[in-house]
C-alpha cells in the first residue's frame, strides 16, 4: 500500500530521533491511515527538538531495520481493513493525526498551524461551526456581505458546472406536500386507530391492522404512541402516505424481528465471495413498491453541432411532449465505461459488460420539424457516441405521490458484529418516482433507507443508534442512506452513528443531491462502478477522518466516476482530497472544503479551499442556489 508513495511527498514526518520518526501516510484507497514507526534510510537533516515537523521525500522503507517485500508491507505495517483478520499495532489510534499532502518535499518548519499537538493524545480542535448562511446582500451593507464567490459559481455559465436544480420531488420545482396541516389540501383520510383497531403502547402486535390501512391506500393517520410491527409493510398505491403529527414525540413503529425472520431469503456472496444474506445492502421492513413504464422511444443521433442539452431524434414519439419524463438509455462495452470515468476508470475486468447506463431528464422544448427536442439539465455529463445505441424513452410514472413522514422507526438493540453480518434490520425501501420521506427518525438500523427510482426525495432524515459494536472501530451498521437510482434528493439529514457507508451511491447512478446535513464522522462511499455526476453540498463532516472512505468489489473500476461535485463540506479537521489513484473523481469539482491544501490535483476539475469557515460564502448550498436561479424558493 506504500509503493505508490515511495518517491513521492506524501507524509507529515515528527520526529523522533536523528533517523527515526513517526509518519502519518494518506494511503492509496483513503479508506484508513497508516500510523507506525519505521526506519527512515534516506532522511534529510531535521531538528531533533520535540514536536520539530518536517516534510520528507521518501527514496527507500525499512522496518525494524529490514526492507521489507512491497507485498509484505501490509502485514508489517499493521493494516487492517474492515473484516479483515490483521490486527493493528497496539498503540494504534485511526484518529490522532489528521491526513496529509504536502506539495514541498523539503520545506521544514517548526510545528505548523493546523499541525496535530506534541502531546499524542490530544484531540483535534473543533472551529467554530457556521451559522445559516444569510440571502446576498450588497458590498454596502456590510456586516453579512459574502467575504469569498467561488469562481466555479461565478462563471458557471461558461465553466460546465452541472445543474442538479431538477432533482427531486417533481423535477425541484417544489417540495413535497406535508399532509395533514391546518388549511391543508391535503387532510388525513383514515386513522389507523380508529378505523383498523391499532393499539398504541399495549406492547401488543399492530402489524395487521397498518397492513390493512395500506392495503387500502390513501392518507393514513397514525396516532402519538408506540406500535409492534412484527412484519414488513408494502406501500404499492400511489398516492398512499403514512404518517403522524407534526411536532415533537412522533409516532413509535417498533420492528421487533428482521427481514431474515419475517422474509426469508437464500444465502448469497460478496464480491470478494463471503457469505452473506441479501439484506446486508437492502430490502427494507416499510417498502415502497412500484415503477415507471416504457411508452414510447426514438433513437437519438449523435450530431456535434447541436447546441448544449439538444438531441435530435430519428422520429418525434406521439407520447412525447412538453413536460414529459423521458430516460437518455445507453448500453456499450469499455469505451462507455471509461466514458463514465472521464477516460479513467482504472481496472474493470470483473465488470460485467455491456455496462446501461440510464440519465432522467425533462423535456423542456419539442421541435417537430427539425426532430429536436431539449432536454432539462443542460449537457448530458457523458459526451453521447452512436455506437451505444442512444435510446430517449417516454416513461410513464405508475407508482407515485406515496410518502412516509412524522415517524420513528425504532429497532431492538442487539450487537453489531460486522460488516456482511447484517440480518436486515433495515428501515426503509424507496423506489418508484415523486415519492419521499419527511420527518423520519431512524434508531438502530443495520441500514437506513435504500432509495431508488428517480425523483424522490428525503426530507430530514435523522440516524440515531445505541447499539453495542464489536467491530473494532465503533461502527453500528452497514449502510446509512443509499442513493440508489437518479435524481434522488437527500435535503438535511444527521447522521448520529457511525456506519461503515453513511451515504453510498454506486452503479453508475447519477443527478443524485445529499445536501445540509452533518454526521458523526461522514463517510460518502463511492461503491465502485462509476457513480457519476452527483453533488454533495453544505456538509458539516464531524470528525472528518474518512470522508471518502469507500467499498465496493475490486477490479469494478474506481470508487467515482466523473462530474461529481463536492461544494462547501467542513469538518472539525482539515480534509484533503482523495486518491485520484484508486478513488478517482476525474473531471469532478472540488469546490469550498476545510482544507490548507492548495494546488489543484491532477485529476479534478477543480479545487478551492477554505481554512477558515467562520466567515460567509455564497452559494453555500449549491443545489438551493441553482432552484432559485429557476425562479423556485
Known amino acids: 500500500p506504500l509503493q505508490h508513495n515511495i518517491g513521492e511527498p506524501m507524509f507529515r514526518v515528527y520526529n523522533d530521533g536523528p533517523r527515526t520518526a513517526q509518519i502519518v501516510s494518506r494511503p492509496l484507497t483513503s479508506m484508513f491511515m497508516i500510523v507506525t514507526y519505521v526506519r527512515l534510510v534516506s532522511f534529510p537533516a531535521l531538528s531533533a527538538a520535540e514536536g520539530s515537523v518536517g516534510i520528507v521525500q521518501l527514496r527507500s522503507l525499512a522496518v525494524d531495520g529490514q526492507r521489507p517485500r512491497p507485498k509484505r508491507w501490509k502485514q508489517i505495517l499493521g493494516i487492517k481493513r474492515p473484516g479483515s483478520g490483521h490486527e493493528h499495532p497496539a498503540n494504534y489510534d485511526p484518529f490522532r493525526w489528521p491526513l496529509a499532502l504536502e506539495t514541498d518535499p523539503f520545506r521544514f518548519t517548526s510545528q505548523p498551524s493546523g499541525a496535530p499537538s506534541t502531546n499524542p493524545t490530544a484531540s483535534p480542535t473543533k472551529r467554530p461551526t457556521p451559522g445559516p448562511t444569510p440571502a446576498p446582500t450588497s458590498s454596502t451593507s456590510s456586516p453579512t456581505t459574502y467575504r469569498w464567490i467561488p469562481d466555479e459559481w461565478q462563471e458557471r455559465e461558461t465553466n460546465g458546472l452541472p445543474d442538479f436544480s431538477y432533482s427531486g420531488y417533481q423535477f425541484g420545482d417544489r417540495e413535497p406536500p406535508s399532509i395533514g396541516r391546518k ?201 453521447l457516441r452512436q455506437e451505444w445505441l442512444p435510446t430517449l424513452q417516454v416513461m410513464e410514472n405508475k407508482f407515485q405521490e406515496a410518502g412516509l413522514q412524522n415517524l420513528q422507526i425504532t429497532f431492538p438493540r442487539t450487537s453489531y458484529r460486522g460488516h456482511h453480518t447484517e440480518v436486515g434490520f433495515n428501515a426503509i425501501v424507496v423506489s418508484g418516482t415523486n415519492n419521499w420521506v419527511r420527518n423520519v427518525a431512524v434508531h438502530n438500523a443495520d441500514s437506513g433507507i435504500f432509495c431508488y427510482g428517480y425523483g424522490n426525495t428525503m426530507l430530514n432524515i435523522t440516524l440515531t443508534s445505541s447499539r453495542r459494536s464489536e467491530v473494532y472501530n465503533g461502527l453500528v451498521g452497514h449502510h446509512g442512506i443509499t442513493l440508489g437510482g437518479r435524481n434522488n434528493v437527500l435535503n438535511g439529514f444527521n447522521i448520529d452513528a457511525r456506519f461503515f457507508h453513511d451515504i453510498t451511491v454506486s452503479n453508475f447512478v447519477n443527478g443524485n443531491v445529499a445536501s445540509n446535513g452533518r454526521a458523526t464522522d461522514l463517510a460518502i462511499d463511492h461503491h465502485r462502478r462509476g457513480p457519476f455526476n452527483n453533488l454533495f453540498t453544505n456538509i458539516d463532516a464531524g470528525r472528518g477522518s474518512r470522508l471518502f472512505y469507500s467499498g465496493g468489489g475490486q477490479d469494478l473500476g474506481k470508487h467515482a466516476g466523473t462530474a461529481n461535485v463536492y461544494w462547501s463540506i467542513q469538518a472539525d479537521r482539515y480534509l484533503f482530497p482523495p486518491s485520484a489513484e484508486e478513488f478517482g473523481a476525474t473531471g469532478s469539482w472540488f469546490v469550498a472544503i476545510e482544507s490548507e491544501v492548495r494546488s489543484v490535483p491532477n485529476n479534478m476539475r477543480s479545487w478551492s479551499s477554505r481554512s477558515d469557515f467562520s466567515d460567509p460564502m455564497h452559494p453555500a448550498d449549491l443545489y438551493k442556489a441553482q432552484r432559485a436561479e429557476r425562479g423556485i424558493m
Open 183 to 383: 388549511n391543508s389540501e391535503l387532510p388525513w383520510e383514515r386513522n389507523v386507530v380508529r378505523d383498523y383497531g391499532a393499539t398504541p403502547d399495549d406492547e401488543k402486535d399492530d402489524t395487521n391492522a397498518f397492513r390493512a390501512a395500506l392495503a387500502d391506500g390513501g392518507r393514513i393517520f397514525v396516532p402519538r404512541g408506540r406500535y409492534i410491527v412484527s412484519g414488513q409493510l408494502i406501500i404499492d398505491k400511489s398516492g398512499t402516505v403514512l404518517g403522524g403529527p407534526d411536532g415533537e414525540n412522533p409516532p413509535e413503529l417498533f420492528f421487533p424481528r428482521s427481514l431474515s425472520v419475517t422474509n426469508p431469503v437464500k444465502m448469497t456472496s460478496t464480491a470478494g465471495g463471503k457469505t452473506t444474506s441479501p439484506y446486508s445492502w437492502g430490502g427494507g421492513l416499510i417498502e415502497f413498491q412500484g415503477g415507471s413504464k416504457r411508452v414510447g422511444f426514438a433513437q437519438i443521433i449523435v450530431r456535434d453541432a447541436n447546441p448544449p442539452g439538444t438531441l435530435e431524434l430519428e422520429s418525434i414519439p406521439s407520447e412525447l411532449e412538453v413536460g414529459s419524463t423521458v430516460t437518455i438509455f445507453l448500453r456499450g462495452d469499455g469505451s462507455l465505461v471509461k466514458a463514465a470515468y472521464d477516460g479513467d476508470p482504472g481496472d474493470f475486468s470483473r465488470l460485467q459488460l455491456p455496462v446501461r447506463i440510464t440519465m432522467v431528464r425533462r423535456i423542456l422544448s419539442v421541435d417537430h420539424t427539425k426532430k429536436t427536442v431539449v432536454i432539462s439539465g443542460g449537457s448530458l455529463p457523458i459526451r
